[in-house]
């Protein structure tokens, strides 16, 4: 599949998953949520899946918000990336 044949998200999209997997820790979670706050993304606490690593090390959070624009995005990519305790964002 070529850029050209690429899925287009069409904005704005509900439902959309943004998933943080991260060191599971005291304040993990809050500081992740705390950066969709600082963003004006609103999500829904009740709707957040968590799943921890085999061995508990790492937590994976699946967070469903509409995303606006691929800007949105990509800022909410940066912003939490920023964070120590996250190591990766899908």
């Known amino acids: ?3 050209q044949d690429a899925p287009k998200i069409e904005f704005p999209c ?4 943004v ?3 991260g060191e599971e820790g005291e304040g993990f979670k809050e500081s ?3 950066v969709f706050e600082h963003l004006g993304i609103e999500h829904s606490t009740t709707r957040i899946r968590e799943m921890p690593s085999k061995n508990g090390r790492f ?3 699946t967070v469903p918000i509409t995303a606006e624009s691929v ?3 990509a800022t909410l990519n940066t ?3 920023k964070l ?3 190591k990766m964002v899908i």
């Open 79 to 81: 912003e939490l990336r």
């Open 1 to 3: 599949m070529n850029e």
């Open 71 to 73: 800007e949105q995005l």
């Open 59 to 61: 937590v994976a959070l």
């Open 32 to 34: 992740v949520f705390a």
């Open 19 to 21: 998933k943080v997997v």
């Open 84 to 86: 120590t305790a996250v």
């Open 14 to 17: 509900k439902n959309y998953p």
